[in-house]
């Protein structure tokens, strides 16, 4: 028989919050769901207590596992705070003391995915800059450089590697009850897309979509690869944090069409990797311009050059630009990327450029990571 909820309750008490309070008398405890022995819930947090509050997240999980009845737990932090939860409060002021102490950011004490080397995000501050299309096409450049490579779909609400790839199918289960993932052109894929209809909404809270996203990294037969590919949801929400407080993310690249509105968005994009410690490994100009098939006339549609200032302005590396052209989306929307059937035409070797940036910048280990902060005391 499952534990309760007041049973879980109950054990929560033991587990005390930097500010005193017990976490049940905290507040900041999602809804707890209970099925087949599994419990989900979360923690709500600002996302600037990632590290602070991770501790109690692991103290937490570990209590409830060892709970009768209980088969297993999955508790995460959120920032997705539900209605009527009070909003948690900012860290306290440090005091003013003599003498200015350097505290270096945090390092990653996660685990990571056995057989991944390494791990990288390919995001977006807001939807429809051609993430996925830049996500799948980086991850088909970096298999061609001879690398194994791997991408997950993370994009829970919008799915859209199985028809990027042209798959089909559902992932078969292997011996030791893990996923294995469908692969195509060299590159093994695992999306949600794959277990859902594709006209089913996704209509996930935070504690459903943080578990959706723990087994199809951590529940996957992903075997060797250099480098794992997520293509992540657009925007700066729980996806993201999920990410970045359960996976040691190597780096992330953001993507951005040059208009301003675009740029703001990604700009907050590269604020919030800084913020949970993961080093931008660059920004990409995607549309940057159109080529008129007809008269060959540019036209800078969205503008450009815009990524480039952008990635300038917030001391990042700006990794290329991707051309706005007709057949990148053809080749898209048949399931035949660009990367993997013209390998040797222009629009392939801009993407084989930023993979051999991005690859670059992994071995080398010289990722930009956030810089030390000065604390006054």
Aim: hydrophobic share 45%; proline share 8%.
């Amino acid at each position: 028989m499952s534990a309760t909820r007041d049973e879980i309750l109950r054990a929560l008490e033991a587990v005390t919050l930097p500010d005193g309070k017990t976490l049940p008398a905290s507040g900041r405890l999602t809804d707890i769901v209970v099925k087949d022995g599994k419990a989900i819930f979360a923690i709500v947090i600002d996302p600037s207590e990632v590290n602070a509050l991770e501790g109690a997240r692991a103290s937490a999980e570990a209590i409830v596992k060892r709970l009768p009845g209980v088969t297993g737990a999955l508790v995460g932090l959120t920032a997705d705070r539900p209605q009527g939860a009070p909003k948690p409060a900012a860290p306290a002021p440090t005091p003013l003391r003599s003498g200015p102490k350097i505290e270096a950011p945090a390092t990653s004490k996660l685990a990571g995915v056995p057989g991944v080397k390494h791990i990288i995000a390919v995001a977006s501050g807001k939807g429809g800059v051609g993430k996925s299309t830049t996500s799948c096409n980086l991850a088909l450049g970096l298999a061609a450089l001879g690398l194994k490579v791997g991408i997950l779909d993370a994009d829970i609400y919008g799915p859209s590697q199985p028809k990027l790839f042209g798959l089909r199918g559902k992932p078969t289960v292997t011996a030791d009850r893990k996923l294995q993932p469908l692969e195509r052109y060299g590159v093994k894929v695992m999306s949600i897309g794959f277990l859902v209809d594709e006209e089913t909404a996704m209509i996930w809270r935070g504690p459903m979509v943080m578990s959706a996203l723990t087994q199809m990294l951590r529940e996957v037969a992903w075997g060797d690869l250099d480098v794992m590919v997520v293509d992540m949801p657009p925007g700066t929400g729980d996806a993201q944090l999920t990410m970045a407080q359960q996976t040691p993310l190597a780096g992330a690249v953001v993507v951005s069409t040059p208009q301003d509105l675009a740029l703001l968005d990604a700009r907050r994009g590269v604020a919030m990797f800084r913020k949970v410690n993961v080093p931008v490994l660059g920004i990409i100009e995607n549309m940057a311009n159109f080529c008129c098939p007809n008269c060959g006339h540019v036209s800078p549609i969205f503008g450009h050059g815009g990524a480039r200032a952008e990635a300038e302005k917030t001391g990042v590396p700006f990794l290329g630009e991707i051309p706005l052209h007709m057949d990148i989306r053809a080749t898209s929307d048949e399931g035949r990327p660009v990367v993997a059937t013209a390998p040797e035409g222009p629009h392939s070797r801009a993407y084989l450029a930023i993979a051999r940036k991005v690859w670059e910048t992994l071995e080398s280990g010289s990722a930009a990571k956030p810089a030390p902060k000065i604390v006054i005391e």
